[in-house]
Every structure is written in structure tokens, then in C-alpha cells.
């Protein structure tokens, strides 16, 4: 079976669908959702954001909660870490809750890790290092988890 479809009527039905599809109203400034509505993939510093924005950014969405995932290892150049992210939390608990992290190679990841989940910690995440899924590495934070 063959698709003859254009990039231009591609993105024309495209179009079509996403002005046709039902959208959530926002509620006013403020007032609560109307249904909870859950980030579940936040990062501290992510782009240069401060808290601030971050937060003025999350209300303007109308997120009732959101789950921050810290960085560690290379990560940490680019998004906050554990400590960040468990302050931010334990600032406004009710809007936030948070992961813990720990490069997977490192020979204290599991320690760590469970060091930050007997802290408030809900979970692990999120695995982003050159290891493979199947290491000794990995099988010790699944044990973990």
C-alpha cells in the first residue's frame, strides 16, 4: 500500500486536526484545575529557567503537581541536583515531589540512591549515563528499585 500524501497537505490535515481537536479551559489566575492535572518530567535550571519562572511558568499551565528529576554526573551541567531538588520540594510540598539520581557507574550510586529515597525521595530517575541495561551497574539499582 502506498501514501501519496504531500508534505503539504500532510501538514494541512495536520492543521485541520489540531484546530478541530478539544482543547482544557484554563482556569483564571489562580483558581484550581478543574481536574489535576500532573508534570511528571520537571528539571531544576532546565534552559537557564530560575525557581521563579519555573513555578510562574507551572501555574500558568494550571499543573497542580509536579515531579522534579534531578540531574547527577554530566547531568548536573545542565539541570539541578538532588539537593536542589529536594529543597525546591520541601518548599511548596503540596505542588512538589521529586526523584532521586546518581550515575549508575559510579561505585556509590546504590548508596546514594537510597540515601535520597530515605530523604523524601519518591523514586529514581531518570537513568541517562553511557551504561549498558543489562550491567551489573543497572541490575543493583533495580534491585534497588
Known amino acids: 500500500m502506498t501514501c501519496n500524501m504531500t508534505r503539504r497537505s500532510f501538514l494541512g490535515a495536520a492543521a485541520l486536526a489540531a484546530g478541530c481537536s ?16 500532573l508534570d511528571l518530567h520537571l528539571h531544576a535550571r532546565h534552559l537557564g529557567r530560575t525557581h521563579q519562572q ?51 557507574a559510579a561505585p556509590d550510586a546504590v548508596e ?11 523514586g529514581i530517575g531518570e537513568q541517562k549515563f553511557n551504561v549498558p541495561l543489562d550491567s551489573p551497574a543497572m541490575r543493583r539499582i533495580f534491585d534497588l528499585a
Do not use: Y
Not at 22 to 37: H, L, M, T, V
Not at 112 to 120: A, D, E, P, V
Open 54 to 104: 519555573l513555578v510562574a511558568h507551572q501555574k500558568a499551565l494550571a499543573v497542580t503537581q509536579s515531579v522534579f528529576l534531578p540531574g547527577a554526573g554530566w547531568l548536573l551541567e545542565r539541570i539541578g541536583g538532588n539537593d536542589e531538588c529536594a529543597q525546591l520540594a520541601a518548599a511548596d510540598e503540596a505542588s512538589f515531589l521529586w526523584f532521586a539520581n546518581a550515575d549508575s
Open 112 to 122: 546514594t540512591l537510597s540515601s535520597w529515597c530515605g530523604r523524601g525521595a519518591i
Open 22 to 37: 478539544p482543547r482544557a479551559e484554563q482556569p483564571p489566575d489562580g483558581a484550581p484545575a478543574a481536574e489535576p492535572i
